[in-house]
């Protein structure tokens, strides 16, 4: 579990979550932790 993006260039996650308030409310791949760390959680 991280918040931040860049650990992913060492650990490759097949699954991405994001969660507020302890629901899941999105997920998807690699990719949406790129997004996350582009554009923020205000997208």
């Given at each position: 579990?991280?918040?931040?993006?860049r650990?992913?260039?060492?650990?490759?996650?097949?699954k991405?979550?994001?969660?507020v308030?302890?629901?899941?409310?999105?997920?998807g791949?690699?990719?949406?932790?790129?997004?996350?760390d582009?554009?923020?959680?205000?997208?």
């Amino acid at each position: 579990m991280s918040h931040y993006e860049r650990m992913f260039k060492l650990i490759k996650p097949t699954k991405v979550f994001v969660v507020v308030n302890g629901t899941i409310v999105t997920e998807g791949d690699a990719s949406l932790a790129k997004r996350i760390d582009k554009e923020g959680y205000d997208w």
